[in-house]
């Protein structure tokens, strides 16, 4: 069965620095997103993309983030300079249309410190 | 208007009987709620979903049951194994928009 893969798995970084986390949604799928989770607790939206554009965001997606699609197969996010409270699991998720059914990666954990 | 509230927060159950998590939404436009299973250090995955033109959706051991009026719907697990054991996540999604609103979580523990 198709899948949605993620790289790293786990990622240290200090913080201020730049990351950057890859996924690989499944191929036929036209809708990604990004959710984070910290420490177990609730799953949070932070941005849907669409057709090469950014069709929602939460409020936790502010200008130190950003998403990019730099080829046909890999979908990314990046942040820019990051803090302590951004350590979390970050999961990429993709789905053929929009409200279909999501499918999640197994995520990367970030740890800043 | 956005939020799901999800209960319990934790469960345990003995193998062999029901278990049984309940969600709460406010939004009416919502039309799409899925339920997620999480084990640890892995990805949310999809156990079973239901639109509101139906009250109930059963799959192997799993029923959601939904109640459009209330504005609830609930997971049952019947006949619940160990291998059960894992983190449930209700969601939403719908309203014109993009993005699931998920409930908080039930860890639930099933006692061999």
């Known amino acids: 069965e198709p899948e949605v893969t993620q790289t790293p798995s786990h990622q240290v970084t200090q913080m201020g620095q730049e990351v950057i986390l890859r996924c690989v949604p499944i191929s036929n799928h036209l809708y990604f997103y990004w959710y984070r989770q910290i420490l177990g607790q609730k799953v949070e939206f932070l941005v849907s993309?669409?057709?090469?554009?950014?069709?929602?965001k939460s409020e936790i997606f502010d200008d130190q983030f950003s998403v990019e699609r730099p080829d046909g197969s890999n979908f990314t996010l990046k942040i820019r300079s990051t803090k302590l409270e951004d350590s979390a699991m970050y999961f990429c998720?993709?789905?053929?249309?929009?409200?279909?059914?999501?499918?999640f990666g197994n995520g990367t954990r970030l740890t800043v410190t | 208007q956005q939020q799901v509230k999800q209960s319990p927060q934790s469960l345990i159950v003995q193998k062999g009987g029901i278990s049984i998590i309940n969600c709460a939404y406010e939004n009416t436009a919502f039309d799409y709620f899925p339920w997620y299973q999480q084990f640890p250090g892995k990805g949310p995955a999809l156990l079973i979903a239901i639109r509101p033109d139906v009250s109930e959706k059963k799959e192997g051991r799993f029923t959601i049951s939904f109640n459009k009026s209330a504005k609830q719907f609930s997971l049952h697990i019947m006949d619940s194994q160990p291998g059960d054991s894992a983190t449930y996540f209700c969601?939403?999604?719908?309203?014109?928009?993009?993005?699931?609103?998920f409930g908080t979580g039930t860890r639930l523990k099933v006692l061999a």
């Open positions: 993309f669409y057709n090469n554009e950014i069709s929602e």
């Open positions: 998720a993709s789905s053929w249309r929009n409200n279909s059914p999501l499918h």
């Open positions: 969601a939403a999604s719908g309203a014109g928009t993009y993005k699931y609103i």
